[in-house]
C-alpha cells in the first residue's frame, strides 16, 4: 500500500498531467489560429482592375494556399511545352473527409480567352475567402481549379499576337500550337478539314492529348472518375453567352439530357435574374458537330454532369469580343460567378453526396499530441522514481 504522502504526490502528479496535456493542446491550437490569422492578413486581394501575366496568377495561387493551407492545396499538375508549371489548386471545406465528390472546372484553353482565367481565379476568391457565404457549396464536396491550363499560348497572346489561340508547340513549317479543346481522345479529329491542317487555329494535334497540357487535364479528369469522385465538369470559355453540354460530336442527346439542361438552365436564369444579360443554353451537337472537346471527354470517361461555359461577350451594347475592357472586368467575374454557383447548386441537388469517412487527425494536431504524450512519459518516470525511494 502506498503511504498517505506518497498518494497525495501522486494525485497532484496526475492533475498536473491532465492539466499539462489540456495546456499544449490548447496552446498548439491557439498559435495554430494566430498563424493562419496573420497570413490572411499578408494575402493580397485578387486583383480585377487589369489583366494579370501568369507568373501573377501563380503568385496569387501561392499565396491563396499559403494563407489557407487548412483547406487550400497547389498541385503541380504537369508542364506546358515552353517549361512553365501547370498548378492546380484542390479546395475543401476543411472537415478532413476523404472521398468526397468533386466539382472540376478548368479554363483558360484558348490563349485569346483572356477573361476566362479572370472568371476562375474569382471563383477561386469566392470558395476560399467567403468561404462563409459559400460553404454550402463546400459542405459535402470539393473543388479542384485549374485556372490557366495555356499559359504559352495566353503570354503570347498578351505579347506578341492578341488573336493567338492555341498552343506554342512547333508543327512543323514554320506552324505552332495545338488547339486544346480540339485534342481529347473523344471523336479526335473529325468534324472538319481544319482539325488537321497544322497551321490552322483549329489544329486538333496530330494525334489525341498530344498536347502536354490536356494530358494534364486528363489526368485529373481520370484519377477523379477512377476514385468514384468526377460529378460536375465546367471548362470556361468566351464569348458567346451560352451554356453548351454535350454531346457536341454527334447531334444524338445523351442519357441524361434532362439534367444537363437542368443544371445549364439553372446558370442562365441566374445570370438573367442578377444582371439581366441573357445566356441561351442547349446542346451543342444540336447546332454543330465536331470531337475532340474537353467537356465531351469528361462527360464519356464518367462525369454525369459536363459544361462549356461561354462567359460574355459584351455589356450595354459593347461587344468587345476576347478582351473586355479592364473597368469590366469585376462586374463580369461576378456575373460569371453567378452562374458557376447555380450551376454548382443545381448540381449537388441532382446528385446528393454520400457521406465520406474521416481521415486521421490534422498533423499540427498529432505534433501536439505526440508532444503530450512525452511529457506525459517524463511525469510518469518522475512519479516511479518519487514512489520508489
Known amino acids: 500500500m502506498l503511504g498517505t504522502e506518497n498518494g497525495l504526490k501522486l494525485c497532484v502528479l496526475i492533475l498536473l498531467i491532465t492539466h499539462l496535456h489540456q495546456s499544449l493542446a490548447l496552446g498548439a491550437s491557439r498559435v495554430d489560429a494566430f498563424k493562419r490569422r496573420l497570413r490572411r492578413q499578408l494575402a493580397l486581394p485578387l486583383q480585377l482592375d487589369d489583366y494579370l501575366s501568369y507568373d501573377e496568377m501563380l503568385d496569387y495561387m501561392a499565396q491563396l494556399a499559403r494563407a489557407y493551407s487548412e483547406r487550400v492545396t497547389l498541385q503541380d499538375v504537369g508542364v506546358t511545352y515552353e517549361q512553365r508549371p501547370l498548378k492546380s489548386l484542390t479546395v475543401t471545406n476543411g472537415d478532413g473527409r476523404v472521398g468526397k465528390k468533386t466539382i472540376l472546372l478548368i479554363a483558360g484553353a484558348h490563349a485569346r480567352e483572356w477573361l476566362t482565367p479572370v472568371a476562375a481565379l474569382y471563383t477561386l476568391e469566392q470558395l476560399v475567402v467567403r468561404h462563409e457565404e459559400n460553404a454550402h457549396l463546400l459542405q459535402d464536396y470539393d473543388w479542384i481549379l485549374l485556372p490557366q491550363l495555356n499559359p504559352d499560348g495566353y503570354m503570347y497572346s498578351r505579347t506578341v499576337d492578341i488573336s493567338w489561340r492555341n498552343s506554342r508547340s512547333p508543327n512543323g513549317n514554320n506552324c505552332f500550337g495545338t488547339n486544346l479543346n480540339r485534342n481529347y481522345d473523344i471523336k479526335w479529329g473529325q468534324g472538319y478539314a481544319e482539325l488537321r491542317d497544322s497551321c490552322s487555329k483549329h489544329y486538333a494535334g496530330p494525334k489525341p492529348f498530344s498536347a502536354p497540357e490536356t494530358r494534364a487535364a486528363r489526368d485529373i479528369m481520370q484519377d477523379l472518375v477512377q476514385k468514384n469522385r468526377g460529378m460536375l465538369f465546367m471548362a470556361l470559355h468566351t464569348h458567346h453567352t451560352t451554356i453548351y453540354y454535350p454531346w457536341a460530336h454527334t447531334s444524338a442527346s445523351s442519357a441524361n439530357d434532362k439534367e444537363l ?42 462525369f454525369p454532369l459536363s459544361f462549356a461555359l461561354e462567359l460574355s461577350g459584351q455589356r450595354d451594347g459593347l461587344t468587345f469580343d476576347f478582351w473586355p475592357p479592364k473597368h469590366l472586368l469585376k462586374d463580369l467575374a461576378e456575373e460569371s460567378w453567378v452562374a458557376i454557383s447555380a450551376m454548382a447548386s443545381k448540381a449537388i441537388e441532382l446528385y446528393p453526396p454520400t457521406r465520406s469517412l474521416p481521415v486521421a487527425e490534422h498533423s499540427s494536431a498529432s505534433s501536439s499530441y505526440s508532444l503530450a504524450n512525452i511529457m506525459k512519459i517524463l511525469l510518469l518516470m518522475i512519479i516511479i522514481t518519487i514512489l520508489s525511494r
Request: glycine share 16%; hydrophobic share 40%.
Open 261 to 302: 439542361h437542368a443544371v445549364a438552365e439553372a446558370g442562365a436564369v441566374a445570370i438573367f435574374n442578377a444582371t439581366g444579360t441573357r445566356f441561351a443554353y442547349g446542346q451543342y451537337g444540336k447546332e454543330d458537330t465536331f470531337g475532340g472537346t474537353s467537356f465531351d471527354y469528361a462527360h464519356y470517361i464518367g
